[in-house]
């Protein structure tokens, strides 16, 4: 078994009213007297949320600059633009409001905010990361797990690469987590944002490595927890229960917990990155359509009792059923939630996509070379694993 | 459903080897130049555990004072000792190495010597613990999760009480897991401590508020692996995967996790205080005595569906029974467990305990109130349970 360092330090305020009532300002100044306040496309305008912040900060006598208009899938210019204003208005700590893509741009503006060079430098991984601003986080979406992890995926639409930074200095300080706060998230997010998450799990999951056995009861525990409520929270948006166990299992899906010693094997992930930076498609709905597929194509003896295991300990099934046939009745299971109940498209060409860019997304995918996962992946793995998908 | 707060400050190295290539001395120095070393009765002499750590200071040049005897059920008279230690040789920082006995009587130090009047006043509350020094815990027992919490139990044995001491400054910095370090632990303590670790667990899920249901699932996890496990390592004391799992079980079953914003409803560690508080028995074999007769006291229409939970999802128990059917077998599953499988003794006629000292016990038990808990306990209810252990 591998050693490992487990350190959790974001503090995290759960729960309705967090923001109302909040110490927002109080957490601010423990961090720095002037705020880079990051957002998306302007549905914290419409619902109040932007309002309510702006005048917490106000009162408080915090000063604040913006940048506002940071897409899904975010993209190297909004990252540019916040260190450039990080670096002239002189701010001490960046506050996202919004979703994984707010949060994932504000931890890579402050991280480029603290270098001189060009932020691609940092994220494309050719820089190491040193130090960055500290970035707190007001969470309107359950999906990606941004507001307690390490990580910042960002996209540089000029090369079509989505990359992923990984860097303890990025985790954020402080999370406000209200679960009201995504009620207004519409259907297909909602959908998108739960297979995101049941992805996150899935893919610590299925490991050939099966040491300290006691992560994978509690990522039964939580994928348990997507399954039963994501479809609670697409027929009533406002149920709080449902909203808020989806918020909590978003984050301990991602925030280390799961991990222990486990050696990473993630598949459907560098998969669908090429898939949104291909297409810019929600990354939860690539998740989606990819899982199915790619769990029949590493289906075989040697991985099917993880399958049994997954099938009967989060679908509940039959547990005296034969293994093999189990294991293909977990992916029955896992389709009918993701495209029954969660009601996603289940294949590429429902979502306008075709065979063009497959060998090149397959290439790039595994680097010309192997994803070294649960069944390790090369290029022509993964282009059928995408023609699957048609 | 209740907001809560969630932070988990300790950074914790688990894994074999985290002791001996380890960065105890440069995580210590992080903390202070100068330590106390608190630990008990010369265990970790024998295992030459107290040889490598003392070695390891030496080496970087860290002095360090010791405070050595610290009894199970640690008392105040050693708490007063190693306070009194801190302050005359300005220590820095507390190395607790060894059990929750000896990390709990590490915390009241900490605690108690930043203070200027008794110990006792924080201890029973009189006085509100202010700032305490850092503690750093070497485990020894994966049992009482302290190397992860806020928690300090210390019995006063001139008052025969036992008090627990709660505040966040308690919290260890950084702690060391080494799965190996328990192969030692004999039979019974690991029988006991693992009846301590379903215990914690048992005492956040038995409650009437069913919000964040996810963490029910992780409980029921963290569950599934002590039942699992335990038997293991009792078996095989030194089998690597069972002693890692218990580890990191017992550290999870109280770190916080679980709680949420559940209100906690404690039953069972109450009346066991005032058993190991009278008759300095092991906390772990006293609640494995109570919690089946806690069980079936409590059991009734209202409180069933919880049980069959539980057997069902902790012990895999047919979900098509009937569910006081199920409630019932719940518990006989718990009694296998603790007494066929850990081998604990049943009742307290079988550890020398008589009715003497009951009916004091069972007033002290709820303060001559009410323990509002999963049940409401008063003086009657308790002074039951203790005649069913009988």
């Known amino acids: 078994m591998n050693s490992f360092v487990f350190q959790m330090p974001t503090k995290v ?19 720095g007297t002037k705020v880079l306040l990051v957002y998306g496309g302007g549905s914290i305008k419409k619902s109040g949320l932007y309002q309510k912040i702006t005048t917490l900060m106000e009162q408080a006598g915090i000063e604040f600059a913006e940048l506002s208009g940071v897409d899904p899938n975010p993209r190297l210019a909004s990252v ?7 670096k002239k208005e002189n701010v001490d700590v960046v506050l996202a409001v919004g979703g994984g893509s707010v949060i994932d741009c504000a931890k890579a503006i402050a991280a480029a905010s603290q ?3 060009k932020a691609w430098d940092l994220i494309s991984g050719k820089e190491q990361v040193i130090k960055a601003l500290p970035v707190v ?12 992890d390490n990580c910042s995926v960002i996209t540089n639409t000029e090369t079509k690469e989505k990359v992923g930074l990984l860097n303890s200095v990025l985790v954020p300080k402080v999370s406000f987590l209200d679960p009201t706060l995504t009620y207004s998230v519409s259907k297909f997010q909602t959908a998108s944002g739960s297979a995101d998450i049941l992805s996150h799990v899935l ?3 299925f490991n050939m490595n099966r040491d300290l056995e006691m992560l994978d009861r509690e990522m039964e525990g939580l994928m348990k927890t997507v399954v039963k409520f994501a479809p609670i929270a697409l027929e009533k948006p406002d149920d709080y229960e449902a909203r808020a166990n989806l918020m909590w299992a978003a ?4 925030n280390g917990f799961i991990n222990g010693g486990k050696v990473q094997m993630w598949s459907c992930h560098p998969m669908e990155h090429e898939l949104s930076a291909f297409y810019d498609i929600a990354h939860g709905l690539g998740l989606a359509i990819l899982t199915p597929r790619w769990m029949e194509y590493v289906l075989d003896e040697t991985t099917a009792p993880k399958f049994y295991d997954y099938g009967v300990n989060v679908f ?7 293994v093999m046939e189990a294991a293909k009745q977990s992916i029955e299971r896992t389709e009918e939630f993701l495209f ?11 979502i306008g996509i075709d065979g063009t860019n497959l060998e090149r997304m397959a290439e790039k995918a595994c680097g010309n070379g192997v994803i070294p996962a649960f069944r390790p992946l090369g290029k022509e793995d993964i282009l059928t694993i995408y023609k699957m998908c048609l």
């Not at 759960?14 to 927002?24: A, D, M, N, R, S």
């Not at 109940?341 to 590429?348: F, S």
């Open 203 to 205: 893919e610590v999951y």
């Open 115 to 117: 270098y001189d060079g």
């Open 316 to 322: 509940g099934m039959d547990p005296t059923l034969p």
């Open 251 to 254: 984050s301990w899906a991602i």
């Open 13 to 31: 305020y759960f729960g309705e009213g967090q923001i109302t009532h909040l110490p927002v300002p109080d957490e601010l100044k423990q961090l």
């Open 340 to 350: 029954d109940k969660l009601g996603l498209p289940r294949t590429l060409t429902e």
């Open 80 to 86: 540019e633009a916040g260190a450039t204003l990080c």
């Open 137 to 148: 986080t007001v969470l309107t979406l359950a999906a990606t797990g941004s507001e307690m």
